[in-house]
T-cell receptor
Framework: DIQLTQSPSPLSASVGDRVTITCRASQSINNYLNWYQQKPGKAPKVLIYAASSLQSGVPSRFSGNGSGTDFTLTISSLRPEDFATYYC?????????FGQGTKLDI | EVQLVESGGGLVQPGGSLRLSCVASGFTFSHYAMNWVRQAPGKGLEWVSHFSGRGGNTYYAASVEGRFTISRDNSKNTLYLQMNSLRAEDTAIYYC??????FGSGNYVRVFDNWGQGTLVTVSS
């Protein structure tokens, strides 16, 4: 299986900060990388797909980048509602895997 | 509006069995692959199983292979997960997730674009 390693974990930041979360794959996965946000007690929701495409309805302060094995999720200016846990996921092979998650807190 | 509603969770003893259901609405269920994803208390997301939209291909995580069986009834818009030989480490919230192809950066990628609210499975004596 393809392993995904996220860093940092956890991540402390303040409202208005610019933050970047990294996801590294154990082998090349081209751009088959998605990012999800999960808030406590809720199901995850997709933010970014294909490494850099913004899901409809997601604010433009979220952006993704990368290809191959190294990927990033950046939030340009943190808002209070962004404090949550973020997961990367590979869909390169059908044995999907998720990163361990990055909890973003104040 | 897409809706996915899971049910069937509960308390079961180690070695026992449980069947989860996920009823879908708001889209043509038979056209889409579906997945089960679980989350142990305080832990991260773990993909469990996949059922393709066409062709009937199924896939399982190594942790559940041989114990869990995914199935679907397209006439009832329902996805199932039969869980046998349950262990304490199977305790988790189980989510069903719709699997769709999205075009981005020059190719299609699979995305879990809709999720249910989850159903809690607790394996304990």
């Amino acid at each position: 299986d393809i392993q995904l390693t996220q860093s940092p974990s956890p991540l402390s930041a303040s409202v208005g900060d610019r933050v970047t979360i990294t996801c590294r794959a154990s082998q090349s996965i081209n751009n088959y990388l998605n990012w999800y946000q999960q808030k406590p007690g809720k199901a995850p929701k997709v933010l970014i797909y294909a490494a850099s495409s913004l899901q409809s309805g997601v604010p433009s302060r979220f952006s993704g980048n990368g290809s191959g094995t190294d990927f990033t999720l950046t939030i340009s200016s943190l808002r209070p509602e962004d404090f949550a846990t973020y997961y990367c996921q590979q869909s390169y092979i059908t044995h999907y895997t998720f990163g361990q998650g990055t909890k973003l807190d104040i | 509006e897409v809706q996915l509603v899971e049910s069937g969770g509960g308390l079961v003893q180690p070695g026992g069995s449980l069947r989860l259901s996920c009823v879908a609405s708001g889209f043509t269920f038979s056209h889409y692959a579906m997945n089960w994803v679980r989350q142990a208390p305080g832990k991260g997301l773990e993909w469990v199983s996949h059922f393709s939209g066409r062709g009937g291909n199924t896939y399982y995580a190594a942790s559940v292979e041989g114990r869990f069986t995914i199935s679907r009834d397209n006439s009832k818009n329902t996805l199932y997960l039969q869980m046998n030989s349950l262990r304490a480490e199977d305790t988790a919230i189980y989510y069903c997730a719709k699997d769709a192809d999205y075009f981005g950066s020059g190719n299609y990628v699979r995305v879990f674009d809709n999720w249910g609210q989850g159903t809690l499975v607790t394996v304990s004596s």
